[in-house]
């Protein structure tokens, strides 16, 4: 990485890299904090960088979930006036779509919803709503569903977006209006 070239080093993608690379070295020269500050105060909406940092705080890299419930609760109320409320969401959304379970976690579904409202408002993307669709079968909150499932598109289901085990058809069947 440090024999890269300058131009190359004021990118974000570099950065991610570096951010990577460091949080993996045991005792390097570069702090993971320092990197991932620098790489946020430059890019701060290069979600990639908040992804990657949270790669690190789950139990199975040593950390815990509620590391990574105060990191995501600390990143979105940091970003509160840029990004709505849609980075709690959004930063959940990669940590169960790496196929972790609500349950393992200290998501909030109440809050959930806000942020994936606030998410969906910023970003309509039939994603964003089949995530909520699943999460709301997953909560067996019927009314939610059908809100989430008005905004997957044409009604477009696609288990890609889905809890790692959930019965989309299922859950289409019961709570679908």
Known sequence: MSRASEE?????I????LLAIVQDLPDGRLRTADVFREAVSRWPAYYDFYDVAITRFVPRW???WALVDAFINNVASQMLSSESDSMYARLYAGVLLAGTQPDE?????DRMKESLDALNSRFPDPGFGNLAASLACHYNDAEYF??????TRDFQ???SYWLRGADIRGCARAYAR
Request: hydrophobic fraction near 40%; charge should be positive.
């Open 157 to 159: 289901l696609d288990a």
């Open 62 to 64: 040593g950390g815990s």
């Open 14 to 17: 570099w950065h991610n890299l």
């Open 8 to 12: 190359l080093k004021q990118t974000p």
């Open 105 to 109: 976690t200290m998501l909030r579904w």
């Open 146 to 151: 059908n809100i989430a499932l008005r905004r």
